[in-house]
Antibody, heavy 121, light 107 residues
Framework: EVQLVESGGGLVQPGGSLKLSCAAS????????LHWVRQASGKGLEWLGR??????????AYAASMKGRSTISRDDSKDTAYLQLDSLKTEDTAVYYC????????????WGQGTRVTVSS | DIQMTQSPSSVSASIGDRVTITCRAN??????LAWFQQKEGRAPKLLIY???TLQSGVPSRFSGSGSGTDFILTISRLQPEDFATYYC?????????FGQGTRLDIK
């Protein structure tokens, strides 16, 4: 069974940083891309970025809203992906999901349960 | 970036009704369109991809249609478990973009 478990969320002050983790199981993590999506309370879904597999050179792509303030990485030896968030703003307060796409596509199939990030002083 | 616009933003319907939700892209996306269902406090669930292909386990009362820039999600014979928020997503290019969502609630 495919499972994605996010962790690392919490309360952080504006301007601070946070590193979220996404622990994967139930599939060949090293062969899969991984996306991050967030959702502010009562709002819609916002794609943040993705990292491809080693076969595709661990290529990363980011939404404009997060470019320069976030970094997606992965450690295939730990079956874990990461989202580093820097220079956080109050508007970054949201639930952050990691998502595994259907192989070779950008169809977001398996979602984690999400981890909540609150940016507040 | 490709902009996705859904309508309506909310709709009320009764059990057994037929509901349609539309999604429009501001440029052609071929058949790279997916629909998600999200219930309160839960992660989104992929319902339909490639415009009209039902994900495994999705009831046949859900259907998708359209091409190019205009797409439709149809739910026939609404069931209690269908009341949720629905999002379209273009899978044509990065950055991936979603519609703003359509909340479906009970009349």
């Amino acid at each position: 069974e495919v499972q994605l478990v996010e962790s690392g969320g919490g309360l952080v002050q504006p301007g601070g940083s946070l590193k979220l983790s996404c622990a994967a199981s139930g599939f060949t993590f090293s062969g899969s891309a991984l996306h991050w999506v967030r959702q502010a309370s009562g709002k819609g879904l916002e794609w943040l970025g993705r990292i491809t597999s080693q076969v595709h050179n661990y290529d990363t792509a980011y939404a404009a809203s997060m470019k320069g303030r976030s970094t997606i990485s992965r450690d295939d030896s730990k079956d874990t992906a990461y989202l580093q968030l820097d220079s956080l703003k109050t508007e970054d307060t949201a639930v952050y999901y990691c998502v595994r796409p259907i192989d070779g596509t950008t169809l977001l199939d398996y979602w984690g349960q999400g981890t909540r990030v609150t940016v507040s002083s | 970036d490709i902009q996705m616009t859904q309508s309506p933003s909310s709709v009320s319907a009764s059990i057994g009704d037929r509901v349609t939700i539309t999604c429009r892209a501001n440029q052609g996306i071929s058949n790279s369109l997916a629909w998600f269902q999200q219930k309160e406090g839960r992660a989104p669930k992929l319902l339909i991809y490639a415009v009209s292909t039902l994900q495994s386990g999705v009831p046949s009362r859900f259907s998708g249609s359209g091409s190019g820039t205009d797409f439709i999600l149809t739910i026939s014979r609404l069931q209690p478990e269908d009341f949720a928020t629905y999002y379209c997503q273009q899978a044509y290019s990065v950055p991936i973009t979603f519609g703003q969502g359509t909340r479906l609630d009970i009349k």
